[in-house]
């Protein structure tokens, strides 16, 4: 079966600290995608990053940075020097084989406090 | 500018009536989905359709239906039989099969439906 797991629900960091969301999944497809999507209070869902299967090269985007091992199956996501603007529900996603359907987890609550 | 519109943004539904949501795209996506989002919890699929005149349940579909008359609209039905249908609605789209250098999924602002 297919399954994401986010087993962080809520965290509460102070203004600059580094926080890391984690992300486990289960999947038996050798091609699929893995995501991770920010829904600030508004409700939309923010594109952040993507990895295919075949592409284990971490990522670093400002200071965002994501952390890609099929060995343990996990996609972690760290905020470097966080900021009050980073406080949202954050989502990892994997997608059912070479398609759009999403598999989600139940989300993160990053609460970053000034 | 490319994107997603779903509208309303909030519903009121009466229990006992049928309520329709829409979403259209203009990202010339050939597949799009309808993701239902519950308090706390992650989004779950729908429905989903990867061409038009043809679509699929996904993993919570009572309740609910669709239609794919036009690659661009992908209107959701929430019917006096789903339950429990206080949620918020997110659509997306996505290329079919995903395209390797855009993968991901784009998504509306969502509607928020109460039942009243």
């Known amino acids: 079966a297919q399954k994401v797991t986010q087993a962080q629900t809520e965290i509460s960091v102070v203004e600059k600290e580094d926080v890391t969301l984690d992300c486990v999944y289960e999947?038996?497809?050798?091609?699929?995608?893995l995501f991770w999507y920010k829904q600030p209070p508004s409700g939309e869902l923010v594109f952040l990053i993507r990895?295919?299967?075949?592409?284990?090269q971490n990522e670093i985007s400002g200071r965002y940075s994501w952390n890609f091992q099929k060995s343990t199956s996990s996609f972690n996501f760290t905020i470097t020097a966080s900021q009050v603007v980073d406080s949202a529900v954050y989502f990892c996603a994997l997608s059912r084989g070479n398609t759009g359907k999403l598999i989600f987890g139940q989300g993160t609550t990053l609460q970053v406090k000034p | 500018d490319g994107g997603i519109t779903q509208s309303p943004k909030y519903l009121f539904r009466k229990e006992g009536q049928n309520v329709t949501l829409s979403c259209e795209q203009n990202?010339?996506?050939?597949?799009m989905y309808w993701y239902r989002q519950d308090p706390g919890q992650g989004l779950r699929l729908i429905y989903y359709s990867q061409i038009v005149n043809d679509f699929q349940k996904g993993d919570i579909a009572e309740g609910y239906s669709v239609s794919r008359e036009k690659k661009e609209s992908f209107p959701l039905t929430v019917t006096s039989a789903q339950k429990n249908p206080t949620a918020f609605y997110l659509c997306?789209?996505?290329?079919?099969?995903?395209?390797?250098?855009?993968?991901?999924?784009?998504f509306g602002q969502g509607t928020r439906l109460t039942v009243v």
């Open positions: 997306a789209s996505t290329s079919y099969p995903l395209d390797i250098t855009l993968p991901e999924a784009f």
């Open positions: 990895r295919n299967s075949f592409d284990e």
């Open positions: 999947t038996r497809d050798t091609t699929y995608y």
């Open positions: 990202l010339n996506h050939d597949a």
